[in-house]
Antibody
Framework: QVQLVESGGGVVQPGRSLRLSCAAS????????MHWVRQAPGMGLEWLAG????????YYADSMKGRFTISRDNSKNTLYLQMNSLRAEDTALYYC????????????????WGLGTLVTVSS | DIQMTQSPSSLSASVGDRVTITCRAS??????LAWYQQKPGKVPKLLIY???TLQSGVPSRFSGSGSGTDFTLTIGSLQPEDVASYYC??????????FGPGTKVDIK
């Protein structure tokens, strides 16, 4: 059973930083591109960033470029999202998601999702 | 960037009704379109990819169609367990891999 477990969320003041982690298990992590998607309270899904299976290629939503950085450590089966200069509008549940097709960084259909980690940006 | 729209934003239908949700892309995306279901308080679930391919384990009452800019998700016979929000997502090779705004489906 594929498992994706996000952590690192919490309450943070505006302007501060936070690093989210997503621990993967029960599949060959280094064969799959991974992505971050968030959902603000009562709102829809927003794609944030993605990283190829080997970490060489990274993709960002325009609104995240320069503030958010996606990375991965395949030796630790872990995906990361470094979030800087956080704003109130970044308050959301942050999901990591695995693409359906291994060794494919260009067709990000998400077939496995974690339960999410909640980030609240508030003074 | 390609924008994704969905209609309606919400709908209420009776058990057994045929339900259709529309998703439109602002530019052609071939068949690089996925549909997700998110039940209240739950994680999104992949229903359909490549516009019309049913994900393993998804009931056959769900179907998808379309290509280019116009797509539809159809629930052939609405069931109580289908109460959820439904999102389309474009995933052709160019990011951002945008989701539509969602359609909330309720039982009348």
């Amino acid at each position: 059973q594929v498992q994706l477990v996000e952590s690192g969320g919490g309450v943070v003041q505006p302007g501060r930083s936070l690093r989210l982690s997503c621990a993967a298990s029960e599949f060959t992590f280094n064969n799959y591109a991974m992505h971050w998607v968030r959902q603000a309270p009562g709102m829809g899904l927003e794609w944030l960033a993605g990283i190829s299976y080997d970490g060489r290629n990274k993709y960002y939503a325009d609104s995240m470029k320069g503030r958010f950085t996606i990375s991965r450590d395949n030796s630790k089966n872990t995906l990361y999202l470094q979030m800087n200069s956080l704003r109130a509008e970044d308050t959301a549940l942050y999901y990591c998601a695995r693409v359906k097709f291994p060794l494919d960084g260009y067709n990000p259909v998400f077939d496995q999702w974690g339960l999410g980690t909640l980030v609240t940006v508030s003074s | 960037d390609i924008q994704m729209t969905q209609s309606p934003s919400s709908l209420s239908a009776s058990v057994g009704d045929r339900v259709t949700i529309t998703c439109r892309a602002s530019q052609g995306i071939s068949n690089y379109l996925a549909w997700y279901q998110q039940k209240p308080g739950k994680v999104p679930k992949l229903l359909i990819y490549a516009a019309s391919t049913l994900q393993s384990g998804v009931p056959s009452r769900f179907s998808g169609s379309g290509s280019g800019t116009d797509f539809t998700l159809t629930i052939g016979s609405l069931q109580p367990e289908d109460v959820a929000s439904y999102y389309c997502q474009k995933y052709n090779s160019d990011p951002p891999f945008t989701f539509g705004p969602g359609t909330k489906v309720d039982i009348k």
